[in-house]
């Protein structure tokens, strides 16, 4: 008899998303469903998965176990979220009204917005503004189902900051469930006092700030923004390679205003991820997939930003490059905390299926961030996070729905409806 101190019991159906990850291609539909299925955890790892009537014959419970009644509802992996940018000071909702109005970010830019105010104002900021401020979104998180999330710094932009942003991040990876891995971001713009010299300005990422965060082991990745007018393939490439250098792992902001060559950088360096992909091509998509490079969409970004388009994840998947999906949470073009939204636009804006996109927002979301061992399928051995879903696995993408009745972390029930 296995001893389980959790059970979601008899649930209508059980969506597993087993591995082994990343999953592409015709692989991204399988989510190696049960059917009146059970799962049930112990010291926070998986200890059973499959048949309900199986689960009674072969585990029993500890006093005082949670017990989670699945009758009526799906149970799916923890979400996890590959690419937000949740920690930050000030507040841009203003922008989102200009924008509504026509304005476009070029002209709110022009005006004093966009990044380079968060930038001001999170540089005014200390590291316990910055925890306080994200405290709120972080529950947002969890309550739609995100049980891990990527979080990058780049509203610093200067050494101190940060450092400031970073260690912020660390400090709400333990104040709160949701597990976070931290991403150096200080190649997210080209800072005010450095305009017309970006170059010195990217010496300085490498060179400066680089080092340091290494040396505080402060961040798993190391992230930039490769786009005409931010940074060049070249600097990109130096950037992540510095990175690799100090210990930093490589994901990229590429091709999302234009085919800026970000993702053939990603798979020069052979980055874990290439993030947004609105302009990517074909030939590029299968330098992506032979350099083993999964492609996180963000198709909330592109949707609040009114980019008239999204990323082709039509054809990403027929070229067999595995498809993650993330929020892009940030203060001017990422207004949702939600992954079952991004799945929603995943099915309704980029035509992928709904068993695709759950594959996304887990196994393949988990592959985006180097945890595929760990987390993103419900299989034995691997972390308890899963989320419950009070209906069928369709109900998940019922936008605007209060669809989900419990999450659990590491075996913890931490959100119920
Ligand atoms: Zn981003």
Not at 38 to 60: K, L, P, Q, Y
Not at 82 to 97: I, K, M, S, W
Request: charged letters at 20%; proline letters at 4%.
């Amino acid at each position: 008899m296995i001893t389980a101190d959790i059970l979601i019991r008899n649930a209508d159906l059980v969506a597993t998303c087993a591995g082994p990850g990343p999953r592409g291609g015709g692989d991204q539909k399988n989510i190696s469903a049960i059917a009146r299925g059970s799962v049930a955890g112990s010291n926070g790892r998986i200890v059973f998965v499959g048949a309900a009537s199986a689960c009674e014959d072969a585990v029993t419970l500890a006093p005082g176990a949670t017990v989670i009644d699945g009758r009526g509802r799906t149970v799916v992996p923890g979400f996890v979220d590959p690419h937000t940018h949740l920690v930050f000071a000030g507040d841009r909702r203003d922008e989102l009204r200009r924008r509504l109005g026509g304005a476009t970010y070029a002209q709110i830019a022009a005006d004093g917005g966009g990044i380079l105010r968060t930038v001001t104002d999170t540089r005014a900021a200390s590291e316990a503004d910055l925890v306080t401020a994200a405290l709120p979104r972080l529950a947002e998180m969890l309550a739609f189902g995100t049980t891990t999330a990527e979080v990058k710094s780049g509203y610093g932009l200067e050494l101190d900051a940060e450092l400031r942003m970073l260690r912020a991040i660390r400090t709400l990876g333990s104040a709160q469930p949701i597990e976070l891995t931290a991403t150096f971001m200080g190649a997210h713009e080209v800072p005010a006092e450095y305009r017309g010299r970006r170059g010195e300005y990217a010496q300085a990422v490498i060179e400066e700030m680089i080092p340091a965060v290494a040396r505080e082991q402060l961040a798993e990745w190391c992230d930039v923004f490769c786009e005409d007018g931010v940074f060049t393939p070249d600097e990109s490439r130096a950037i992540l390679e510095a990175g690799k250098r100090h210990g930093l792992k490589a994901r990229i902001h590429a091709d999302e205003l234009g085919s800026s060559g970000g993702a053939g950088v990603a798979a020069d360096v052979g980055a874990h991820s290439a993030d947004h992909l609105i302009f990517v091509d074909e030939p590029h998509a299968r330098r992506m997939r032979d350099a083993g490079v999964v492609a996180t969409l963000l198709p909330a970004a592109a949707f609040f930003l009114k980019l008239g388009r999204f990323a082709p994840a039509r054809m990403l998947i027929d070229q067999e490059v595995p498809v993650a999906l993330a929020t892009d949470i940030n203060p001017g073009g990422g207004f949702t905390t939600s992954m079952p939204f991004v799945m929603a636009l995943a099915c309704f804006g980029m035509n992928m299926t709904l068993e695709e996109a759950l594959v996304g927002a887990t196994l393949n979301a988990a592959a985006s961030i180097d945890r595929t061992d760990s987390i993103g399928s419900l299989e034995v051995g691997k972390q308890f996070d899963a989320v419950v879903v009070g209906g069928g696995l369709s109900d998940l993408i019922r936008v605007g729905g209060p669809v989900i009745s419990h999450v659990v972390k590491r075996g913890r029930l931490e959100f119920t409806l």
